[in-house]
């Protein structure tokens, strides 16, 4: 029952993703055909750059609610509108001094600044989304986020087609995407049957789920850092047809990523259930190690062959090939992290995985300023399946140890 219960909320959840895939790609056309690599690359610095943030909206507060017995919604809800509002004035205010070279066309221009300062609002309706995601995962049902997200996606795609059928600037696809957010946001909260009015914000309530969260919310946020600031440097040192270059690459190997999310968020309840059984709960933990490992490789192969129709959507991303290849074959260790994350967190270990991704940032941005300027985005995709691989050994190595331990007690 359990694995029909993991396999079913995880088919809700990849069709939810497949939509969004689906309309991030023919939205990756319009734009691309549209605005050009240049364009489409300063369209990649906006929307990387926020999207850089929205772990810091997450903060982790899911795990926790999660564990809470007697939990409000309400607090949940209104605690992370609040923490939204924090991370839209950190965006604006950092992007006010990221550096632009004209020259060398390297950094943020002040457009690129304005379309972050736009695209920065959807941090509010992520925020709302994360919030009811917790509703959907605590009940075992997906459904009704994957309707919510596929009709918002559907709102993208014609928005971003009609203001790019007008000829509007570039602003007006940032505006599609506000509008489709919000969509999903305004569902998705309805579709939790949960009340958001009146307010409120219990302070004990939010000060005690922030505390419990802050180890994995900085781990989340050194995650962050480390598997999204090859984009970041190559806006910075190099052009910004790289950043467009690699940025395709990325749009679609992060879909490929979110596969094992969302088995993981479909197993992570089961596995709060099983952790007093140890026995039984490091069983089914090698079983599903299994799974992650042998669905990444049955994912890989068909990538590989079909990543040349990247040149389908215009000549100048022919380029992209051979970085997403690069990056296909982290795809193992991505999946197994993901999962092994989440058994750590069940184990109340989510300050070792604190360390573990402020040590893997530190050599990313390290490796990264040091290959970029000669390798460019092939440096940066190489750099992401190291750092990956260094990832899964540290947590493989604590969660045989903690294994270990608990068979001798």
Not at 104 to 117: A, D, H, M, P, Y
Not at 146 to 175: D, H, K, P, Q, R
Request: with cysteine; glycine share 4%; hydrophobic share 60%.
């Amino acid at each position: 029952m359990e694995h029909i219960l993991v396999a079913k909320n995880t088919v809700f959840q990849v069709l939810a993703r497949g939509a969004t895939a689906f309309v991030g790609f023919l939205v990756t056309i319009i734009v691309a055909k549209t605005f050009g690599v240049a364009g489409y690359g300063d369209f990649i610095k906006v929307t990387s750059f926020v999207a850089m943030f929205y772990l810091v909206v997450d903060f982790g507060l899911n795990a926790f609610f999660l564990q809470e017995e007697k939990a409000n919604f309400k607090n949940l809800f209104y605690l992370r509108i609040l923490l939204s509002a924090c991370v839209f004035i950190a965006i604006n205010i950092i992007s006010y001094f990221l550096p632009f070279n004209g020259a060398l066309n390297t950094g943020f221009s002040n457009s690129v600044k304005i379309g972050i300062l736009f695209f920065s609002l959807t941090v509010f309706f992520q925020g709302a989304i994360y919030s009811a995601s917790a509703i959907f995962q605590k009940n075992l049902n997906y459904y009704p986020y994957m309707l919510g997200v596929v009709i918002g996606s559907a709102v993208n795609l014609a928005a971003v087609f009609l203001f790019a059928f007008l000829n509007f600037s570039i602003f007006y696809i940032f505006l599609a995407f506000l509008i489709s957010n919000f969509v999903s946001a305004f569902l998705l909260v309805f579709f939790t049957k949960e009340k958001i009015f009146p307010v409120l914000l219990d302070k004990i309530f939010s000060k005690k789920l922030l505390t419990r969260s802050i180890p994995l919310s900085l781990m989340l946020v050194f995650n962050l850092i480390y598997f999204r600031v090859d984009i970041f440097l190559l806006a910075l040192l190099k052009g910004t047809t790289d950043v467009g270059v690699y940025g395709l690459s990325y749009k679609f190997f992060d879909f490929l990523i979110a596969l094992p999310l969302f088995m993981s968020n479909a197993i992570y309840p089961i596995l709060i259930k099983q952790k007093q059984n140890k026995e039984l709960f490091f069983k089914n933990v090698g079983r599903y190690f299994l799974l992650f490992i042998i669905i990444s490789v049955i994912v890989i192969i068909p990538f590989w062959f079909v990543s040349p129709l990247f040149k389908l959507i215009s000549a100048g991303f022919y380029d992209s090939i051979v970085p997403f290849r690069i990056l296909l074959l982290s795809l193992p260790f991505f999946f197994t992290t993901s999962f092994l994350q989440w058994v750590l967190i069940t184990l109340q270990k989510q300050k070792y995985l604190m360390y573990v991704y402020v040590f893997s940032a530190f050599v990313n941005i390290v490796l990264n300023i040091l290959f970029i300027p000669r390798f460019s985005y092939i440096a940066s995709s190489t750099i992401t399946v190291f750092s990956e691989a260094l990832v899964f050994l540290f947590l493989s190595y604590k969660i045989l140890t903690v294994k270990k331990i608990s068979e001798t007690e």
